[in-house]
């Protein structure tokens, strides 16, 4: 909860009282201090106890697996043993790669897939496996706003499950029509998964996730974890019979095609300053064509063009960075969205 995170932090000295250099890890063990416990077989264990690996195994679904050097790597080869690994090998340094699974950071597993030409759907960890990317059999990205709606088609529609959904506020908006469609409440908190997890604790959540690609649902931990979602969604796939182009056709036949992109802008603080200041201050009635229609500002700014477009700015809060996010029916749309942002904003 953010609460206890703010207390634990209150809690940090500003003076270190210890020297790292006089602590030995030989004199804890010695010491009765460190007790080992083996998670992996614990997490496999609910992992087998929660999923039809067997149905999994046996559709017939041909996956790849990026680890990106990370820590998803042992517990995916011990739970899919038949999947193509791709950087499922062990090295501290990531071999220099950023292990964060989004498409700029994909493209040699995009490759991988390609080459390979018999690969279904594949499936990519962050570094500490928390995080999930999702690549179709063309070796296209699929971002974490469709896995969230492709969890909802599943666990409502397929299963018939109900509870509540909690996104993040750069979320797609197709998520809340997808929620008044079936009948669901929604929550949209500030960007972090920490607002997410506090109300997973507190009420019932079918669905936590955010664009970033941390995604929780019920019935596991209130936390972020790439594995077991990308279990969920081969699941899917072995349940209903439909490849995973199939799935997301059946979530824009349900709430219509969409696209999103993101855009980080390096600037200097004083140029990141300038234009946060104008957002507050309500200076942008429009981007180019793009008439401002409504403003939200929960965490950053989001512009309503429509129901279906928007632009987001929001300042990074530890670097010189302004994120930009938008959604259109298509990726040339979000994509020309941005464009005429920037032209608007870096004038």
Not at 47 to 60: A, C, M, P, R, T
Not at 191 to 205: A, Q, T
Not at 293 to 322: A, H
Request: aromatic letters at 10%; hydrophobic letters at 35%; glycine letters at 10%.
């Amino acid at each position: 909860l953010v609460d206890d995170i703010q207390d634990i932090e209150g809690r940090i000295s500003s003076n270190l009282s210890v020297d790292p250099k006089e602590l030995s890890f030989e004199e804890f063990q010695k010491n009765g201090l460190i007790e080992y416990i083996d998670l992996e077989s614990v997490y496999k264990y609910e992992v087998q106890k929660n999923f039809d690996l067997e149905l999994i195994q046996n559709s017939g679904i041909n996956c790849a697996y990026d680890a990106m050097y990370g820590a998803g790597q042992k517990v995916m080869k011990d739970l899919l043993p038949n999947a193509d690994f791709f950087r499922c090998e062990h090295n501290p340094t990531f071999y220099g790669i950023s292990p964060e699974p989004i498409m700029k950071n994909l493209g040699a597993f995009s490759d991988y897939i390609k080459e390979k030409g018999n690969i279904d759907v594949a499936l990519t960890t962050d570094g500490d496996a928390d995080r999930i990317g999702l690549l179709d059999g063309e070796g296209n990205f699929i971002d974490s706003h469709h896995i969230i709606l492709l969890l909802m088609l599943y666990f409502v529609k397929y299963k018939g499950q109900k509870g509540k959904i909690c996104t993040g506020f750069s979320s797609t908006v197709k998520i809340q029509k997808l929620c008044e469609k079936y009948g669901l409440s929604l929550d949209v908190v500030p960007i972090g998964f920490k607002h997410i997890c506090g109300i997973m604790i507190e009420e019932d959540v079918l669905i936590g996730g955010e664009e970033s690609g941390g995604i929780a649902v019920r019935g596991h931990i209130p936390e972020r974890d790439g594995i077991w979602i990308g279990l969920t969604i081969l699941e899917f796939m072995a349940v209903s019979g439909k490849s995973i182009n199939e799935l997301v056709q059946e979530v824009y036949d349900e709430i219509g095609a969409f696209a999103f992109q993101r855009v980080d802008l390096k600037l200097t603080e004083g140029e990141k300053i300038k234009i946060v200041d104008k957002c507050k201050e309500g200076a942008y009635k429009s981007f180019g064509n793009y008439e401002v229609k409504k403003l939200e500002t929960l965490d950053g700014f989001k512009f309503y063009f429509n129901e279906d477009e928007w632009v987001m700015i929001r300042p990074s809060g530890t670097e010189p960075v302004l994120r930009t996010y938008a959604e259109s029916v298509n990726k040339e749309g979000a994509e020309q969205i941005l464009k005429a942002t920037h032209q608007t904003i870096l004038d």
